[in-house]
């Protein structure tokens, strides 16, 4: 007779503890030692772990962990503005506050949580980011960890005002890699993207793969769902998959741009890399009862099985 194997208990393997500040943070664990941690300040990711403990995200060694300063790597979540493309304070307010469990939120599909760890988080505007983004909304993530070590965020926000409102959006992911000069992004060749190093201005992408010798700062646009960054020396790629999310910044601030900012190391630039999922061009406008829906998930596999994979997936339309 041979046993069954134990039935893994996903409840049991979100665990909800407190950092440093006093604020909440959930870690997620799968079965086969993967884990991911998000804190309440910001409903941010801030670690992703392989089954091999290998960190996946990059947080900078200077990051500022006290609300209400951003932390400075994980993924941040820009809302309900992108950069400084309108009238708040750079990327949104959504990344400074303090959110709140979701104890009953409404269902989303049993794909989304089925054999999976999550969390499921709620923001709603306080009395002083009405007075700088006079819009009543629920903004609610659930963050997820499935049983081979992959990592999805689904964020729904719904327009509960009287009145419609726009909003532009990115999951500001940091990603871990060996060396900038060694990485390719490849599912964005032959796109329109926006430089912002040059007022924003459009360029279409020339290139067979995008590679990295000087600083970048890009939005592509109407890109497909599927996006693969390949880091040669770790013979690894994550591999992105979105909805709803028809932009893709990609953002590494090189050597002069590290040097001035306070919460990044000097040389840091050569250890991360930013690919955002995001809507900026055409910003989401939401009449009131409406809900916008934007989701990500991201894996890793080795290099050696990426590119076959990825052209195929790519001819499945993903």
Known sequence: MGHSAPVWDYRAATEITKDWNGVDKIVLRSPRGASARVSLHGGQVTSWRNEQGEELLFTSSKAIFKPPKAVRGGIPICFPQFGNCGS??????????IWTIDENPPPLSPNDSHAKSFIDLLLKPSEEDLKCWPHSFEFRLRVSLAADGSLALISRIRNVNGK???????????????DISEVRIEGLETLDYLDNLCQKERFTEQGDAIT???????????TPNLVAVLDHERKRTYVIRKDGLPDVVVWNPWEKKSKSMVDFGDDEYKQMLCVDGAVIEKPVTLKPGEEWTGRVELSVVASTLCSEQFDVQRGMGF
């Open 212 to 222: 990295f010798e000087s600083e970048v700062d890009r939005v592509y646009l109407s």
């Open 164 to 178: 419609p409102f726009s909003f532009s959006f990115a999951y500001h992911t940091y990603l871990s890699v060996s």
């Open 88 to 97: 708040l304070e750079q990327h949104g307010f959504a990344r400074n506050k």
